[in-house]
T-cell receptor, first 114, second 111 residues
Framework: EPEVTQTPSHQVTQMGQEVILRCVPISNHLYFYWYRQILGQKVEFLVSFYNNEISEKSEIFDDQFSVERPDGSNFTLKIRSTKLEDSAMYFC????????????FGPGTRLTVT | QKEVEQNSGPLSVPEGAIASLNCTYSDRGSQSFFWYRQYSGKSPELIMSIYSNGDKEDGRFTAQLNKASQYVSLLIRDSQPSDSATYLCAVKRGGADGLTFGKGTHLIIQP
């Protein structure tokens, strides 16, 4: 069964550094998403991406964040100048669209900012 | 402000009984409704989706939607210890919109 994959599973970085989180959505899916979950809190929407552009973004997704689909399979989230409060699980999700709105989540990347 | 409210629990249910999980949402423009299961340290796993008023059954799971009351529920029949997890209610408007999640209900199935 096709799955969303994410790398790395755990990333440790120092405050102020840039990180890139990578995702490979399910191959025939057209809509891609990033969410984050701070430990003990709810899952929060960051951004959606369709047809090589951002469709929607939340208030959390400020200039510190950017997304890119650099090739036909990868979908990345870049966080510039990381802060301690960026420490969280980051989940990628995808959906096929075309009437199906079910989003399937990857296993996540645990980001720890020290 | 879009809000999704769930009782955080824990909700303790004996094995074999019916677990009932509830969720309310604030955005009347919501069109799609989902239940996810999340084990500790893992990612959300889709269990059910429901788009129209009424009941939708899939195996031991039944989702119920009442848009007039802005209420979604999930029933789990014949509860098993492996059902012990946090259940997340999520809603969205449509198309490419992101999901708005509740904080989740922690369900414990007692053997």
């Amino acid at each position: 069964e096709p799955e969303v994959t994410q790398t790395p599973s755990h990333q440790v970085t120092q405050m102020g550094q840039e990180v890139i989180l990578r995702c490979v959505p399910i191959s025939n899916h057209l809509y891609f998403y990033w969410y984050r979950q701070i430990l003990g809190q709810k899952v929060e929407f960051l951004v959606s991406f369709y047809n090589n552009e951002i469709s929607e973004k939340s208030e959390i997704f400020d200039d510190q964040f950017s997304v890119e689909r650099p090739d036909g399979s990868n979908f990345t989230l870049k966080i510039r100048s990381t802060k301690l409060e960026d420490s969280a699980m980051y989940f990628c999700a995808s959906t096929s669209g075309g009437g199906s709105y079910e989003q399937y989540f990857g296993p996540g990347t645990r980001l720890t900012v020290t | 402000q879009k809000e999704v409210e769930q009782n955080s629990g824990p909700l303790s249910v004996p094995e074999g009984a019916i677990a009932s999980l509830n969720c309310t949402y604030s955005d009347r423009g919501s069109q799609s409704f989902f239940w996810y299961r999340q084990y500790s340290g893992k990612s959300p796993e889709l269990i059910m989706s429901i788009y129209s008023n009424g009941d939708k059954e899939d195996g031991r799971f039944t989702a119920q939607l009442n848009k007039a009351s802005q209420y979604v529920s999930l029933l789990i029949r014949d509860s098993q210890p492996s059902d012990s997890a946090t259940y997340l209610c999520a809603v969205k408007r449509g198309g490419a919109d992101g999901l708005t999640f509740g904080k989740g209900t922690h369900l414990i199935i007692q053997p």
